[in-house]
């Protein structure tokens, strides 16, 4: 997959375009994608996505501690590029761009810049200036500007159509199977190791605290869960804690995500690490004590490996 972050100078064969944010690059997302592939097969042309960067949330609300989305850019750009996505357009999303009309989006940069010849999008999607342009007013600018329009259908699953907001709610709200379910794979978290307060390591479960690399990277419910675990090329099995530590702690405050890794010993402080989201086993406790926190922390182990597969690697 080629990556622009430019719309000057793209010489593409007959692109079929699609734009759009595509946080997580769900199942619902996947049905423009694969829709815009068969496209791009049946024209000859080649394949564009059109993304923008950073959030137009971040941009037109202003940094907010509630903003929080499911992929980060590096995150998108493997998923796109494993779907099979020719080019990727990133777009820098600024507020003078914002208030470029659904029009003018349509004629001087689909037309003008890229020369699409065909654009694919979804059933719900609006842009251009406070999202002005719908299905119906898109459809007509493109005509005049020789641009076919094409919109697909939402994926509808337990009655509702898949978005990502309803897959941000379902990781807030412990859902995690749900949020599974409707990305397409497991939800990831991608961090460093940073130094904790050791207390796994008095208890028997030495935990490596993570500092997810984006501050706005969704972090799920609170609560334990049964991981898969990358760093230095290895792939280990793992139970994961989102919380407080009510047990250990007074500070209520004192948010951690904190990951147990089956049978590794090595000092990996300052590493990255990636975080496989497979299960959600329970939530967060507070316990009597600390011989009641262990014992608990065993059963954990023994349910993650259950549902991993039962081996320790």
Same mark, same amino acid.
């Given at each position: 997959?080629?990556?622009?972050?430019?719309?000057?100078?793209?010489?593409?064969?007959?692109?079929?375009?699609?734009?759009?944010?595509?946080?997580?690059?769900?199942?619902?997302?996947?049905?423009?994608?694969?829709?815009?592939?068969?496209?791009?097969?049946?024209?000859?042309?080649?394949?564009?996505?059109?993304?923008?960067?950073?959030?137009?949330?971040?941009?037109?609300?202003?940094?907010?501690?509630?903003?929080?989305?499911?992929?980060?850019?590096?995150?998108?750009?493997?998923?796109?590029?494993?779907?099979?996505?020719?080019?990727?357009?990133?777009?820098?999303?600024?507020?003078?761009?914002?208030?470029?009309?659904?029009?003018?989006?349509?004629?001087?940069?689909?037309?003008?810049?890229?020369?699409?010849?065909?654009?694919?999008?979804?059933?719900?999607?609006?842009?251009?200036?406070?999202?002005?342009?719908?299905?119906?007013?898109?459809?007509?600018?493109?005509?005049?500007?020789?641009?076919?329009?094409?919109?697909?259908?939402?994926?509808?699953?337990? /009655? +509702? *159509? &898949?978005?990502?907001?309803? @897959?941000?709610?379902? #990781?807030?709200?412990?859902?995690? =199977?749900?949020?599974?379910?409707?990305?397409?794979?497991?939800?990831?978290?991608? /961090? +460093? *190791? &940073?130094?904790?307060?050791? @207390?796994?390591?008095? #208890?028997?479960?030495?935990?490596? =605290?993570?500092?997810?690399?984006?501050?706005?990277?969704?972090?799920?419910?609170? /609560?334990?869960?049964?991981?898969?675990?990358?760093?230095?090329?290895?792939?280990?099995?793992?139970?994961?804690?989102?919380?407080?530590?009510?047990?250990?702690?007074?500070?209520?405050?004192?948010?951690?995500?904190?990951?147990?890794?089956?049978?590794?010993?090595?000092?990996?402080?300052?590493?990255?690490?990636?975080?496989?989201?497979?299960?959600?086993?329970?939530?967060?406790?507070?316990?009597?004590?600390?011989?009641?926190?262990?014992?608990?922390?065993?059963?954990?182990?023994?349910?993650?490996?259950?549902?991993?597969?039962?081996?320790?690697?």
């Amino acid at each position: 997959m080629e990556i622009h972050y430019s719309h000057e100078n793209l010489q593409m064969v007959n692109p079929v375009v699609t734009t759009g944010i595509f946080d997580g690059v769900h199942t619902g997302h996947m049905a423009i994608i694969n829709r815009l592939l068969a496209c791009s097969r049946e024209t000859g042309g080649e394949s564009v996505v059109i993304t923008f960067h950073p959030h137009p949330k971040l941009v037109l609300e202003g940094i907010r501690e509630e903003i929080t989305y499911l992929s980060t850019m590096d995150e998108k750009k493997a998923l796109l590029a494993a779907a099979g996505v020719g080019h990727l357009l990133i777009i820098g999303f600024t507020r003078e761009f914002s208030r470029l009309s659904a029009r003018e989006f349509v004629n001087d940069i689909l037309a003008e810049k890229i020369g699409t010849r065909k654009l694919i999008i979804g059933h719900d999607h609006h842009f251009g200036y406070r999202g002005s342009g719908n299905y119906s007013t898109v459809r007509e600018y493109a005509a005049a500007a020789g641009i076919e329009v094409e919109q697909t259908e939402g994926i509808v699953s337990d /009655g +509702a *159509v &898949i978005s990502s907001s309803r @897959i941000r709610s379902a #990781l807030v709200s412990g859902r995690l =199977n749900d949020a599974n379910r409707w990305l397409g794979y497991p939800y990831p978290l991608r /961090g +460093a *190791v &940073i130094k904790g307060r050791k @207390i796994g390591r008095e #208890l028997g479960f030495p935990t490596a =605290n993570i500092k997810p690399f984006d501050k706005y990277k969704l972090i799920p419910a609170n /609560g334990v869960y049964a991981v898969e675990i990358r760093t230095g090329g290895m792939k280990r099995k793992g139970m994961l804690s989102i919380g407080t530590n009510p047990t250990v702690t007074p500070d209520k405050d004192m948010r951690s995500v904190e990951v147990n890794i089956f049978d590794f010993e090595k000092d990996i402080y300052g590493n990255e690490l990636e975080v496989i989201f497979r299960y959600r086993m329970r939530d967060e406790i507070k316990f009597s004590g600390r011989n009641e926190l262990v014992r608990q922390m065993r059963k954990d182990m023994d349910n993650a490996l259950k549902l991993l597969g039962g081996r320790i690697k």
